[in-house]
């Protein structure tokens, strides 16, 4: 006959869990991946390829939202 074994489960309750990011380097996340979002959307569509809106206003739109993106990674959360 043979022995079972029996494995000691830990209890890993999601009480104690620390997050990288603070909520306001969320909030910073999600607000740098709209802009990038918003920025691609002013740069689609097929008419007159050399507006304004397609080859200025959407690349500074779309290269705000990258550098908020960045501040929200590189932000030290609040102690």
Known sequence: MSKKETKKV??????????????DNYMWLFI???????????????????????????PIVVLGGFATVTYAILKKPRD
């Open 32 to 58: 740098g991946i709209g802009l990038v979002i918003l920025g691609f959307v002013l740069m689609s569509g097929t008419e007159d390829i050399l507006d304004f809106r397609k080859i200025t206003l959407a």
């Open 10 to 23: 830990e209890n890993t309750s999601p009480k104690n869990v620390d997050f990288v990011f603070s909520k």
